[in-house]
């Protein structure tokens, strides 16, 4: 079955470091990727995905992430993290050719703390 | 534009009552979905509709749950009876096309006594 792995529940970083968010997925094909933010009293806001193409993909908010075909990978990384950025984060993965589903299959978050 | 919308934000109810959640989609959008999100657990898709149509309700846990889109517009979403197990937050989303492009509202916090 498919499936998508967060291995990390809650990640601590400090205001102006780098961050990197994990995320491993379990899939035959390639799939589409996905990465969402969820701020406390809002609904999921997409951050970027990927289709197809080029490997390094560009987001809002000055996020990317890479797909890593070789690792089942679609990691999520932000050169330097505001305050703002504090927020749970989700991986999800939609199958091409799932039927006619836009069903999306999400890992179970990574709550970002941001220190001052 | 407005963003998708969802009422109420949350419900407290007891074990063995009724509960309608309402999803308001994004005007246009044909595509509209549930999703749940149970304590510690991750978000689990629930059913698609296309228009007034449940393209695909392979996620819905059981025959307490009756999801409809009455004339392609909004959406509800009825757990009767509800038990404790249904509590989460319940997500609705929806797209344009089926693109993945799934635009999310703030969710519905249900909690069953």
């Known amino acids: 079955a498919q499936s998508v792995t967060q291995p990390d529940i809650h990640i601590t970083v400090s205001e102006g470091a780098s961050l990197e968010l994990r995320c491993n997925y379990s899939y035959g094909a390639t799939p589409y990727l996905f990465w969402y933010v969820q701020s406390p009293g809002q609904g999921l806001q997409l951050l970027l995905k990927?289709?197809?193409?080029?490997?390094l993909v560009q987001g809002i908010k000055g996020f990317e992430a890479e797909f890593k075909r070789s690792q089942s990978s679609f990691n999520l990384r932000k050169p330097s993290v505001h305050w703002s950025d504090a927020a749970e984060y989700f991986c999800?993965?939609?199958?091409?050719?799932?039927?006619?589903?836009?069903?999306?299959?999400f890992g179970q978050g990574t709550t970002l703390q941001v220190k001052p | 534009e407005a963003g998708v919308t969802q009422f109420p934000s949350h419900s407290v109810i007891e074990k063995g009552q009724t509960v309608t959640l309402r999803c308001d989609p994004i005007?246009?959008?044909?595509?509209l979905y549930w999703y749940r999100r149970v304590m510690g657990k991750e978000i689990k898709f629930l059913l698609h509709?296309?228009?007034?149509?449940?393209?695909?309700e392979s996620g819905m846990p059981n025959n307490r749950f009756l999801a409809e889109r009455t004339g392609g517009t909004y959406s509800t979403l009825k757990v009767q009876p509800a038990e404790l197990e249904d509590s989460g937050v319940y997500f609705c989303a929806s797209s344009q096309d089926r693109v993945y492009e799934q635009f999310f509202g703030p969710g519905t916090r249900l909690t069953v006594l």
């Open positions: 999800a993965v939609g199958r091409p050719f799932w039927g006619n589903t836009g069903k999306l299959i």
């Open positions: 005007s246009g959008h044909d595509n």
């Open positions: 509709f296309v228009k007034e149509s449940k393209q695909d």
């Open positions: 990927y289709f197809s193409g080029d490997t």
